[in-house]
Every structure is written in structure tokens, then in C-alpha cells.
């Protein structure tokens, strides 16, 4: 459809893909400055080549472009016809080329959406939006549930700006940008007067013997600490499944429960309630936070703003 509505205007498909646009540039100058040495010492070319360019430009549009007079050289008729469109076209490819301006944090109104995790609204949310409305006081932010599925889908098909969370949970995910926030350390919550944990360490045996809460928003979903006890050939008692860990407090202050998670979670939550913080009686691997992004985004001005933002309040809460 494309090709025959151009060639219903006259447009031939061929000299367009054929035709070398940086002709343009040299057809300007020389119409402009009505002489080839001028015209090669405006483009920074030597005369030779410039000659050269100009026999291009006859061959490719079929006309003399300079002709000599007794007065000197003089654009034809069709050259002079297209002084105007070509210098058109030039401030639009330099338009369409010129790097975007530059982003401003205290004047933009930009929508970000960030998808994450109640850990991360608890612990990073506050600080960050603290540094947004100091830095960008316009700015829209939407803070959405965990992602589902595979984060590279996700992150595309729903608009997702970044993507923050632990990365023993998103896993390899592929064709996207990645960097990591913080290393993170997973320790156990219960409350003090657990008759089952009466000091301040849990052994393997109490930790297996206990019934766990487990936080997770996927159905069926095991944690970090289960598929390391499955190495080991052991298993834990869940009793129970939550989606977030707000009401994990006071479920544990009134329970003899263990909780595993986050450590900077749990220097929070024993603030709350009459609850103790223990180690985790097994090894456990690197648990770190990160932030995911769409490639499409790397190089974009203010996301990458809003990244350097989320490091910044990352090294705030220390």
C-alpha cells in the first residue's frame, strides 16, 4: 500500500532507496555558495572530492546542478527549485537526530510505575519518595503488587518502569537490565516467650520441630529457605501462607510461630511487638536485592534518574 501511494505521486521507489541522502549537504552548499572550492571549503572536503560528490549529484538527479557563465558558476533552474525542500529536509534530520533534552527532576511530570514488594514499601519506599518529593515534586509514582510470570514479559506487556526484589526470586531473566541495591541477610522472628526457642539461638532441630509462617504471593510457592532444607533432605512445618508481612507481627506475638525473612524487616517489626530476632540454624545463599528494567529504557534520561534515585535511598537506609 505504501509503495503504490507513492508511486500514484510520482515518487519513485528506486531513487529513493538508491539516492545517498548526505548529497543533500553538498547540494545546499553548492547551491549556496555557486562555486565547488567554497563549496569543498565548507564541508571541510578537498576540491577533488568535492568535484567528486558533484558528478554524484548530476548522475543521480539527472541535472548539470552548476553551469558556467561569464559571470561564474550558477545553479540550474532544478537545483535552485530545490534549495528550499532541502534545506527543509536537513533541519529535520537534525531535529530528528539532535539528543532529547535534557531531563529536569524539578519541573517533569513523568509517571513512573514500580512493582514490588510490601518488604520494599516497609523498608525503601519511604525514603525514596521522601528524596521524590524534595527532588521532583511532580512527579506521578504508582507502586504496584510483585510481578508475576517471567519478569522480561511482565516488564513489557505491563508497562513496568522497574521491577524490585529479592533475586533468589526472579531467577535468571533474560533480554532485560539488571542492578543490584543491597545485600540482604534472612534471619528468623518469634516471640520471646517461645516456649519451643527460650534463648537467643534456635537449633536445626528446634527451627524443623516449630511451625513457620511463610510469605509468599505465588500459589503453591515454597521460599528460599525450603528449597535449601530439600537439599538437605529435610523439610519444615508450614502453618501458614500470608501474602505480605504486615500482619506477620502480631500473628507471631501471639503464636509460638517462627517467621524467616529479611533482616532489616525484622529490626522493624521487633519495634512493634514483643518479638526476638534469632539466626538461621542452616546456610543459606547470597540473597540480594535488585532492580529489573526493559532495554528499551537503559538509555533514557529520566529512568536513569529514578535508578541512580532508588541507589541513593538504598545507601540512605544503609
Not at 535552485?80 to 529536569?104: H, K, Q, S
Not at 527532576?105 to 525503601?124: G, K, Q
Not at 511482565?154 to 531467577?171: S, V
Not at 533514557?300 to 537506609?317: G, S
Request: aromatic fraction near 6%.
Amino acid at each position: 500500500m505504501f509503495t503504490t501511494s507513492l508511486e500514484e505521486e510520482g515518487v519513485s521507489m528506486v531513487s529513493i532507496r538508491t539516492f545517498d541522502l548526505n548529497l543533500l549537504l553538498a547540494l545546499k552548499a553548492l547551491v549556496e555558495e555557486k562555486s565547488v572550492s567554497r563549496a569543498a571549503d565548507k564541508l571541510c572536503l578537498s576540491q577533488p572530492a568535492m568535484s567528486h560528490v558533484l558528478r554524484r549529484l548530476r548522475s543521480q538527479l539527472d541535472d548539470p546542478i552548476l553551469v558556467k557563465t561569464s559571470s561564474g558558476m550558477v545553479p540550474t533552474e532544478r537545483a535552485l527549485a530545490l534549495l528550499d525542500p532541502t534545506v527543509t529536509v536537513l533541519r529535520e534530520i537534525e531535529r530528528i537526530v539532535e539528543p532529547p533534552p535534557r531531563f529536569d527532576p524539578a519541573t517533569t511530570r513523568r509517571r513512573f510505575v514500580i512493582s514490588t514488594s510490601d518488604y520494599v514499601m516497609f523498608t525503601l519506599l519511604p525514603t525514596l519518595v521522601g528524596m521524590m518529593a524534595r527532588l521532583a515534586p511532580n512527579i506521578e509514582l504508582h507502586v504496584r503488587q510483585p510481578i508475576t510470570g517471567p519478569p522480561h514479559v511482565a516488564l513489557e506487556e505491563e508497562n513496568i518502569d522497574l521491577a524490585i526484589g529479592f533475586d533468589a526470586i526472579f531467577g535468571n531473566a533474560p533480554h532485560i537490565r539488571s542492578d543490584t541495591l543491597m545485600r540482604e541477610n534472612l534471619v528468623c522472628l518469634t516471640r520471646r516467650c517461645n516456649t519451643g526457642v527460650p534463648g537467643d539461638h534456635v537449633s536445626l532441630e528446634q527451627f524443623l520441630e516449630c511451625k513457620h509462617i511463610l510469605i509468599t504471593w505465588r500459589e503453591g510457592g515454597t521460599g528460599l529457605i525450603d528449597d535449601c532444607l530439600a537439599k538437605l533432605g529435610m523439610h519444615r512445618d508450614i502453618s501458614i501462607v500470608l501474602p505480605h508481612f504486615m500482619t506477620a507481627p502480631w500473628i507471631l506475638e501471639k503464636t509460638d510461630l517462627l517467621l524467616c525473612l529479611p533482616q532489616r524487616m525484622a529490626e522493624r517489626f521487633v519495634q512493634l511487638a514483643p518479638l526476638k530476632i534469632l539466626p538461621i540454624p542452616i546456610e543459606l545463599p547470597r540473597y540480594e536485592l535488585i532492580m529489573l528494567w526493559p532495554p528499551r529504557q537503559e538509555k533514557d534520561q529520566a529512568h536513569k534518574w529514578l535508578r541512580d534515585l532508588v541507589l541513593k535511598a538504598c545507601v540512605a537506609n544503609g
